[in-house]
């Protein structure tokens, strides 16, 4: 069994789009779709690394990721933030509240992946 | 060095600006060419008869050479100076380049005056693609989408062997991804066409009331003396009003404007303003009405002379802004929440209370307003009920000397665009500092 992945994305067709290249390339993806019970998800699911999605609703990317730094069990997860702001203020922000990665969508799948193996490698 | 102490630069700029020699100028004003020198370099004093001869000579008002750049001109290159790290440390005083050089002088102080409206300009627009909810929700939406067509275009692309099913599953998002992001960017760009006359249902009633009441400078002089007669009239022919929302929010407003000309006539209202001062209690009392009526005809009235540029500002008891006529120098939040250092959240707390405070948004000192505060119930008394308040906030434009820099309370717009740092009523970065 590959490692596990838990999508946190609030549109259905990049989940899906993400879903099936990340099962094609061996992960194992669960995907979740609000902020407001994403921490207690991600608590649940013990997944290897979390893509999370800045603008979700119930609760931003930003405040889940800082609930997630502040739990031992949580803190060093990898986690890889995706944003359709590309500013560099946001991306001081996600690196400051501890995001492994940012990424400005849009994105292409080969990056992903790439992100993906350079954060859990295989 | 004291302007007083400039006079001898001054003549010789003129004179050399006319092209007359020095010998010519001594001459003609019956004095020798040394004692002259000596004047345009500041090292004899000159007045009286002498005075008047050289400024006769050469063609200027005595005072123009007593008295060189004005005030306010010598005070603008004192700030823009004291702006610029570089040359903030300098020792030269502003006046004796005002002296020298007035022409250029004068070019560095619009050039100066030029680049803090630029500044203004960019707060205000980043305030806006910052703040600006729908334009925030428009692009998340656009860049999704396009995500989501990137991503799953790539899978068809370089998937060779992707099973039927699941090509199909593709396509079928594709084509409503493609149809989501063509309606997603016609709106964009609709709302973003400020030209655009159709009804887009991005801009909200409170948009469009706040257009059409710019529009107009917040003053409508048909209904001073008309009356409600006129309403009808001016919202026939009022274009910015698109929706049914907008139009009622602006017959609500133009028929409280009635009511407000009839108990403060203008006439009335200016003479009072000019005998009694800017006080919106003291004008209240004197028309016996609330001090928030009192406010807002106030805010209603032409720029007249002897009465002085007003701003107000008006929010609901959840601080939510539903009212805002800026005054130039004290910015207001487009979008998003303002600075918690108003004084209108100050009187929302104690309700009833006039709070009045001389505040000041611009670092630099060079604006200040007074500012008037109250907050009152909109609803009637009910032993049954809750009360609702509202709280109004006036902004009377101060002169140089109508405030001393110790009464001043430093406050800003909005936390993302206020360069303020260790404030206690931070709740978000700037983004021209790190804030936090």
Redesign the interface.
Known sequence: MGKHVLVIED?P??I???S??LS?DGWTVDTHSNGHDAVSVVRAKSPDLVILDV?LPGKSGYDILTELRQDAATQNLPVLMLT??GQS?DRE?AEKIGASRFMT??????E?LEALHELVPQ | MPQRQLTGSRIRERRLRQGIRQAELARKAGISASYLNLIEHNRRRIGGKLLLSLADVLDVEPSALTEGAEAAIIATLGEARAADKVVAAQTEAPEEFAGRYPGWAELLVRRHRRVLELERTVETLTDRLTHDPHLAAAMHDVLSTVTAIRSTAGILAETPELEPEWRDRFHRNINEDAKRLAESSQALVTYLDEDSGEETGLASPQDELEAFLTDAEYHFADLETAGADKVDTILESAEMLQSAAGRSFARQYLERYCDDAERMPLVDTIAALRSLGTDPAVLARHFGVSVARAMRRMAELPPTDGVPQMGLVSCDASGTLIFRKSAEGFALPRFGAACPKWPLFLALSRPLLPVRRVVQQDMHGRSAFLAYAIAEPVTEPDFGQDPLFQAHMLLVSLGPTDWKPEEVRGLGVGCRICPRTDCAGRREPSILTDGF
């Not at chain 1, 969508?105 to 080969?110: E, I, M, V, Y």
């Open positions: 549109e067709n990049i899906e789009a993400i099936f290249i094609r603008m359709a702001r203020k922000l969508k849009p994105f292409s799948n080969a992903v």
